[in-house]
Structures are given as C-alpha cells and as structure tokens.
C-alpha cells in the first residue's frame, strides 16, 4: 500500500509558477507509475500528467504541454509537477495518484490508478 502527500500549492498570480510535491510512504515507490490530476469546483477530476516508473516516459494533458512538467525522485519518493505560465483556469485542488506499474504505458483515467492523497489547493489569480 502507498499513502501520498501532496504539498506546495498556494495563490499565485496569473504568469507565475509553482510547484507541487508528492511524497509517498513505503519502499515500493519505484514499482508505481505516477499521476498528477486536478479538480474545479462542480467539475470533474481530470488528468494532467502522468510518469512512468522509471522517469523516462511522461504524458501530458493538451491544456498543461509546454507549461508543466511531470518528474519524479525514486530515491526521495517524491513526484513532482513544475507548474510554469499559470492560467486562472489551472485554479483547481491538485491530486497525485499511484498505481502499480511497470510499464511505458500512460494512463488517464481516475478509475485507473489506487491510490490517492488528500490534495493541495492551486489559486491562480488574474
């Protein structure tokens, strides 16, 4: 089981940059792919970015390439997303997931990864 920690969110302005931090419990971290999804007030949670277990593969949502990038520490446990050229439609709780996987094989849905952390609030303002 891997129990996540989201941390670095916070009120930004529109332009700016932040960026979120995930650490996971456990010493499996490397056998799990990674995701990082987010949610509006009356919306549902969508796919941003995903990670490989490795490092070396990522997927992005159209609405985040070229402004965030996905990347991961197995030695720290910890996945990151760098979040660049910030809109006040990125305003939304941010979520890391897990999932059990050792392949390239990107994944966007929530019904696809097990588990979840509590999530850190993202406000950008215009």
């Known amino acids: 089981q891997v129990q996540l920690v989201e941390s670095g969110g916070g009120l930004v302005q529109a332009g700016g940059s932040l960026r979120l931090s995930c650490a996971a419990s456990?010493?499996?971290?490397?056998?799990?792919?990674m995701g990082w999804f987010h949610q509006a007030p009356g919306k549902e949670r969508e796919f941003i970015a995903a990670?490989?277990?490795?490092?070396?593969?990522?997927y992005y949502a159209d609405s985040v390439k070229g402004r965030f990038t996905i990347s991961r520490d197995n030695a720290k446990n910890t996945v990151y997303l760098q979040m660049n050229s910030l809109k006040p439609e990125d305003t939304a709780v941010y979520y890391c997931?897990?999932?059990?996987?050792?392949?390239?094989?990107?994944?966007?849905?929530?019904?696809?990864?097990?588990?979840w952390g509590q999530g850190t609030q993202v406000t950008v303002s215009s």
């Open positions: 997931a897990a999932r059990p996987s050792r392949t390239a094989v990107a994944r966007t849905s929530i019904y696809e990864y097990n588990y």
């Open positions: 456990g010493r499996t971290f490397s056998l799990y792919a």
């Open positions: 990670i490989n277990w490795s490092g070396d593969s990522t």
